[in-house]
C-alpha cells in the first residue's frame, strides 16, 4: 500500500503537466509567433469568408480550374480527418490500374505531352495542397480555354504562383492549387 500513494501522486503530477500545462504552452507559444498557421492557415475568399486551408489539399473538377493532385484518404477524396495515402506499391495491379485510369482521364480532358507524376500519384498524406510547376503548366491549355483567356495570361498566373524551395534548399518547387485558382477567380 506505501507503493500506491507515489504512484498516484505521479500520476496526477503527469497529468496535469503532460496533459495541461504542456499543450497550453505549446499553444501559447504558437499563437504568439505563427498566428495564421496556429489558426489553421485559413485563405479567405470574396466577402472575407474562409474558403479552405493552404495546407489541406482540395478537389477542383471543373475544367475551368487547375487539378490538384490526387487524394488516397480514407472515406472519400480529401479528407482531413483520415489522411493517409494508399501505401499500394509500384508493383501492386490496383495501383498501376488506378494510376493508368487517371492518365486516361486526364488524356482524356486534353492534357498531352509527358505526364508530370504529381498529377497521378498520391501524396503521402493524401492532403498536399501543391503540385509541380510543370503540373500546372501541363494544364494551361486546358484552363484557358475553358475561360476563353489566352494561354500567355494562364502562364503568367502560375508562374506568379509558384513558389520556390523552402529556405532554398528544402524540397522542391511547388504551386498552391487553392491560391492559384482563386487568383484566376479575380480575373473575371
Not at 116 to 129: E, I, M, N
Request: aromatic share 6%; with cysteine; glycine share 12%.
Amino acid at each position: 500500500m506505501g507503493d500506491l500513494r507515489p504512484a498516484i501522486v505521479m500520476l496526477m503530477l503527469f497529468t496535469v503537466i503532460c496533459g495541461g500545462i504542456y499543450p497550453a504552452l505549446v499553444t501559447a507559444i504558437a499563437q504568439a509567433l505563427f498566428p495564421h498557421q496556429a489558426e489553421g492557415s485559413f485563405i479567405t475568399g470574396k466577402g472575407g469568408h474562409n474558403v479552405g486551408s493552404s495546407l489541406i489539399g482540395q478537389p477542383f473538377t471543373a475544367p475551368e480550374y487547375f487539378w490538384p493532385r490526387p487524394s488516397a484518404t480514407a472515406n472519400g477524396p480529401y479528407n482531413p480527418a483520415a489522411s493517409g495515402g494508399s501505401n499500394a506499391g509500384p508493383t501492386n495491379p490496383a495501383f498501376i490500374t488506378t494510376v493508368g485510369e487517371r492518365v486516361k482521364g486526364l488524356r482524356s480532358a486534353g492534357l498531352s505531352g509527358p505526364i508530370p507524376a504529381d498529377l497521378v500519384l498520391a501524396s503521402a498524406s493524401g492532403l498536399d495542397p501543391h503540385i509541380t510547376p510543370d503540373g500546372a503548366r501541363i494544364q494551361v491549355p486546358r484552363v484557358a480555354r475553358a475561360r476563353h483567356l489566352p494561354e500567355e495570361a494562364m502562364l503568367k498566373i502560375v508562374a506568379a504562383h509558384a513558389e520556390d524551395r523552402q529556405l532554398g534548399f528544402l524540397g522542391a518547387p511547388r504551386v498552391n492549387v487553392l491560391r492559384l485558382n482563386l487568383a484566376l477567380d479575380t480575373l473575371k
